[in-house]
C-alpha cells in the first residue's frame, strides 16, 4: 500500500505547474517603448490616419489609441502605446505614451 502511495506522490509531482514549484517565469521584454516628445508639432492638427502614421513612425510606438473627450479608456500600462487626445472637433490636443 504504501508503495502505491509514494508511486501515487512521485507521478503527480511531474505534473505540478512550474510556478508551483518555486519558478517564476519571466515576462518577455516590450520591444521598444513609445517617445512622444517629437510630436510636438502636430498639437492643434487635424487627426486622420496619414497623420496616425506619421505619429507611431515618429514615436516608436507599436499601437496608437485615440482618446475623444468623455472616453472611456482602460488603465493598463503599456510604455509602447501611443495615446492620442483629441477634442470634439477633432483637432490634437496632447500626446501620451503609456
Known amino acids: 500500500m504504501r508503495i502505491v502511495l509514494v508511486a501515487a506522490l512521485l507521478a503527480s509531482a511531474g505534473c505540478t505547474p512550474i510556478e508551483m514549484r518555486g ?3 519571466v515576462p518577455a521584454p516590450i520591444a521598444a ?3 512622444a ?3 510636438g508639432d502636430l498639437v492643434g492638427k487635424r487627426a486622420s490616419d496619414a497623420r496616425a502614421d506619421v505619429m507611431q513612425t515618429r514615436s516608436g510606438a ?3 489609441r485615440w482618446i475623444a ?3 472611456a479608456v ?7 502605446r501611443l495615446n492620442v487626445y483629441v477634442d470634439a472637433k477633432g483637432r ?3 500626446f501620451t505614451c503609456a
Do not use: H, V
Not at 482602460?74 to 509602447?80: A, E, S
Open 37 to 39: 516628445d517629437s510630436l
Open 92 to 94: 490634437i490636443e496632447r
Open 69 to 71: 473627450p468623455n472616453t
Open 23 to 25: 519558478e517564476k517565469p
Open 74 to 80: 482602460t488603465m493598463d500600462f503599456r510604455p509602447d
Open 62 to 64: 507599436r499601437t496608437l
Open 33 to 35: 517603448a513609445c517617445n
